[in-house]
């Protein structure tokens, strides 16, 4: 039987975020937002191995606010693909090429359990691997180095790459292993793309935000209530 995978970037520094420290370890709730990504991750995945990427000597990090009972500390690199790519090679020997590779950021800390195991559920019936992801909602403008318009794209089938993004680790390892640091590669299914494969795009919720910049941690507050209201129905 195959195995389930969980690879989390967190060797950023959030340089966008323009914080006092790396976004992953600003708080929300009284938690970190690292403490609540793996909080969610948890609740959907609890016998799951997790590979957490961390930067070198993180001064930020606690082990307490990991839930899993398997994982490891995994070094990151330059990029977001480096880490993931060190992450895959600390589970080589153990990993089965058909073991699932659920690879989910940090930043993320508002991805629901429905959205986890609708993820999980699509990819039992497919080859190739799949994504959460959102239709584009708003009107579309590619735009000249002066930053005015030059046309209105068409956001018909034009959608938000979300994560996680899920995929066989032996299909992944060789995507990775083929991507090459010009080939700007920001997430996992366009490095499975450049192989000519088409991963499954899986309707997620907008609301997983990737805290990216100073207005989305308040924003992120939001969501969390948000959503606990919602369960609380
Ligand atoms: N060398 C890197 C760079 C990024 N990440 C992780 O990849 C995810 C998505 O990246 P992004 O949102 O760009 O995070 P940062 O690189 O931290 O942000 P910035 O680009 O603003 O510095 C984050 O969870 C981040 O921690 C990582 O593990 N290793
Ligand atoms: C993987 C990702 O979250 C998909 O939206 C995104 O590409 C990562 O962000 P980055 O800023 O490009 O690292």
Redesign the pocket.
């Known amino acids: 039987m195959s195995r389930l995978w969980l690879i989390v970037?967190?060797?950023?520094?959030?340089?966008?975020?323009q914080a006092d420290r790396?976004?992953?370890y600003l708080e929300l709730e009284g938690r970190p937002v690292l403490a609540h990504t793996l909080a969610r991750l948890y609740q959907a995945f609890p016998e799951s191995c997790l590979c957490l990427?961390l930067t070198e000597g993180d001064p930020w990090f606690d082990p307490v606010w990991v839930p899993f009972t398997q994982w490891r500390r995994v070094t990151?690199?330059?990029?977001?693909v480096?880490?993931v790519r060190n992450a895959l090679q600390s589970i080589a020997g153990e990993a089965d090429e058909d073991d699932w590779v659920l690879v989910h950021?940090?930043?993320r800390p508002c991805v629901t359990r429905e959205d986890l195991l609708a993820l999980q559920a699509a990819l039992e019936d497919e080859p190739v691997g799949a994504l959460l992801a959102v239709p584009a909602a708003d009107t579309m403008k590619r735009a000249s180095d002066t930053g005015r318009i030059r046309h209105t794209e068409s956001r018909e089938r034009l959608w938000h790459a979300l994560t996680p993004q899920g995929f066989r680790y032996g299909l992944l390892k060789k995507a990775l292993g083929h991507a090459s640091s010009s080939d700007n590669v920001t997430d996992e299914a366009s490095a499975v793309e450049a192989l000519g494969l088409s991963p499954r795009l899986v309707t997620g919720r907008r609301d997983n935000l990737?805290i990216?910049r100073p207005e989305d941690l308040p924003l992120a507050r939001h969501i969390l209530a948000a959503q606990r209201e919602n369960e609380r129905g």
């Open positions: 970037p967190a060797a950023g520094q959030g340089n966008r975020m790396p976004k992953q990427c990151g690199g330059l990029e977001r480096d880490s950021d940090v930043a990737k990216t």
